[in-house]
């Protein structure tokens, strides 16, 4: 068997054992329940909630992980490795650990200060956006780096060289060429915001009609011993999440191609 | 040397170093142990229960602590495990119900009494239900959708307050937490100022921990931790034998320590009042959006 095809085969078998999953929600699954728990209000607001919280965590954590990506990639400063590492701390840590620091830098006198006279994040919506945020910003920046470690130096030293100055070398040159990169960090931050739980169950709670994203929505319906509804909400929650992504890859590959 | 031999010739090492790590995760007879998935209404006791059970009879016990109703979703989909152990009668109706425990072999092993918790020292001078109500005041309850000392709070707010005391009520519940433990936590972590929680969350942490009796008659029932055989267990002996442990003078003597009420008779004269012991309660509409 050809390389080629065996990796085919590798792919396929990774394909299918997540199929494998999906499909294994079906031995639980009911049609009435389906529409039912859909079209709901409770249902509709996590949806909206966890879509809008997502987006804006992946929109700040790429923002952010621009200009730190182009510090790690670009220059020589002191401590330079050990922010490099700390970018990894989400992934060591567990979601659930991250959120029980949020919480507790929210209990010291910073935090508190911040809670009283700033926005409020312990128990509100903007708790969800912060623990996605801070689960995410360490992926995104990680992949920015990955794509502006690809752009060769050189080019922006031409572009220096013909009159350009730094910014423009960045904005002109090496933003443009590592654009698809980039596009992979944020729909990869999107992805894992829309799936965070433990940081985010942390932090901003579980009450129904003001914190319950998806994934938060599926754990209490699994508290309260309804599998049928379980399976209906991660049905949901597939459908959106893998339909999002699928179609901002196909827009995004006519954009990023043309 | 290349690099690929350096790589080649470093591999059965890590390989090694990795077996070596992982081999105490992995231990051989694990057959033997007892699968117990228990709601955390009983989380400090139990594990001391458990050890000392361990010590005894050398039988190793695996205990799966949450939610009550979540620990039962695991259970059904996992389709294994010796003894269920909630936090309160509820979900023990409801796997009574569905068929997954011996309804024969359920047991009380200890009650519970509502209460409200507050932080050590009562820095916000809450006496009493109604104080909940008060502007500013930060309260969380357990969510009362899937954790019973959450349907338990509700079914207090319910009858205490008038429509109008439980809107603004509603404006100070900041959070539903996800457990008991988690319930007691937020008092412990002072995300909130108060909690209406079980009578113990003071002995779980008493240095950070205050609990303030509610009025007799805002109690409408006494709780209590229940425990049967799984009709998944292939252990039923060592099962049984474990439950009688916990319902033995030594296994008594652990839950007492926490000051869990061993009987009704000792919640109904904390409370000061005798009161239905257990049961379901149905949550008002208003309490589970659709």
Redesign the interface.
Known sequence: MSLRRVSILFAFSTFALFAVLVLSLLYFYRGGLFIETLF???TLFSIRLSIYSATVAAVLATALAVPSAYALSRCDFPGKDAVDTILELPMIVSPAALGAML??F??NPLGNWIQTRGAQF???SNGIILAQFVTTLGVATRLTKAAMDEIPQRYEDVARTLGASLAAAFFNVTLPLCRRGLAAAFILSWAKAMGEFGAT?TLA?????K?ETLPIAI??K??????DG?VVLILIMTAIGIGTLYAVRMISRKGLHA | MNKYSICFSTTPAITLVLFLVLMPVFPAGAAEALLVYAGAASKPPTEEAVKLYEQKTGTKVDLVF??S??V??QM??ARQGDIYFPGSSD?ME?AKRDGHVFPGTEKVIVYLVSAINVQKGNPHNIRTLSDLTRPGIKV?IA?P???CVGAYAVEIIEKAFTPAEKSVFRKNL?????SCEKTATAIS????DAVIGWSVFQHWDPARIETIPLKKSEISRIGYIPVAISSFSNNKVRARQFIDFLLSEEGKAIYGKYHYFMSPEEASAWIGATKPVGGEYVLPADW???
Request: no cysteine; aromatic share 12%.
């Open positions: 709901s209000e409770r919480l507790i929210f209990n312990v128990f509100d169950i709670g579980t009450m129904a009609m914190t754990f209490m699994l508290s309260t011993a309804d599998i379980t | 949450g939610g109703g979540y039962l979703s059904k989909l979900y409801k969380a969510n959708e899937g954790v900041v959070n539903y937490t996800e972590l002072k995300t909130v589970r959006p659709k």
